[in-house]
């Protein structure tokens, strides 16, 4: 059975009642927002046209707040986006029964490449398609209103209710760790199930999943670089801390050779704490600070295993 279960994905919900019952009454509160709001900026009719994907969207912001495919640019790119490109498909491709699922398509491709994944928005993109006259008469009209205001509607209701209660936070960037730092110990599969137990909010990722990353960003972490850290005009580095403490500074600006440690270097904060910040300080100070090099690769800075050869 265990392995059955495993197979079907069926997911061990950690979730106390509370916040089960929490997350229902919010997707209540959200579509009674989106219709009541529909209806009174832009009338009966566009409350008649409140679309079904938002029924799929309030699991997300109600149920899952805190998953990356909950956040308020996923929710908004991911719906107007795949309402223009619907609405262009029945414009261009109307006539054609492979429409819909190029509409789908294409959505699915933009939702991509744009990174504000939300599946929901397949279905806005589908609708605009297949949902009928009344709805292709609206025309780009279609993407305002009922989608850019339906949006509007659920986002506000998502940061008001999720907000009211402690352990959620919405979007996720509000939520602070407030643990003191200390050294990583060996965790188990159980520690993660607790923790995600504590938590008492759904997470869109299993224990196991939690376990797996765990180990190999240790294992990472344990490639060490060589005991004199090589610095170079234009490169990115980081202090190695994590959460607020987390940080990446570029050498902006330095003299010829940084091998010496009073050797001049300008650096400015391009990631993590102090914003902007761009300041003047000598090698030293600079390998005292930094742990290691790192690159952005796909929008996520990467770290850089030195080895003498690196430049």
């Known amino acids: 059975m265990s392995r059955i279960i495993e197979w079907l994905g069926i997911e061990f919900n950690t979730t106390s009642h509370k916040d089960k019952v929490i997350s229902g009454v919010g997707a209540l509160v959200g579509i009674a927002c989106v219709f009541f709001i529909c209806r009174s900026v832009a009338g009966d009719f566009t409350a008649t046209l409140m679309l079904a994907s938002m029924g799929a969207s309030a699991v997300l912001l109600f149920a899952v707040p805190h998953g990356t495919l909950s956040q308020p640019w996923p929710l ?17 491709l109307g006539h054609w029964a492979i429409a819909p699922a190029v509409a789908v398509g294409l959505a699915v491709a933009a939702m991509c490449y744009l990174r504000c994944i939300h599946p929901p928005g397949g279905a806005t993109a589908l609708a ?35 907000n009211l209660f402690h352990w959620r936070r919405y979007p996720s960037s509000l ?23 504590e938590l008492d909010t759904y997470v869109d990722v299993s224990s196991e999943e ?5 180990d190999k960003a240790w294992a990472h972490a344990r490639h060490s670089d060589s005991d004199h850290l090589e610095l170079h005009k234009g490169h990115y580095y980081s202090n190695g801390e994590t959460g607020d403490l987390w940080c990446i500074r570029q050498v902006f600006d330095a003299d010829d050779d940084l091998g010496p440690d009073k050797a001049k270097l300008i650096y400015r904060n391009v990631a993590g704490v102090s914003g902007e910040q ?4 000598t090698a030293k100070e600079f390998r005292q600070w930094a742990k290691f090099r790192v690159i952005n690769t796909n929008g996520r800075w990467v770290k850089v295993v030195q080895t003498p050869v690196d430049h």
């Open 175 to 197: 939520m602070r760790s407030n643990a003191p730092k200390s050294q990583a110990p060996s965790l188990t599969h159980e520690d993660f199930a607790a923790a995600m137990h």
């Open 210 to 214: 939690l376990s797996q990353i765990f």
């Open 128 to 162: 605009a398609v297949i949902g009928g006259a009344e709805v292709h008469e609206l025309g780009y009209w279609y993407v305002v209103a009922p989608v850019a205001l339906n949006v509007a509607a659920i986002l506000m209701a998502a940061l008001v209710f999720n």
């Open 278 to 281: 761009t300041v003047l300080c």
């Open 76 to 92: 908004v790119g991911g719906h107007v986006i795949s309402a223009v490109i619907g609405v262009s498909c029945q414009q261009l």
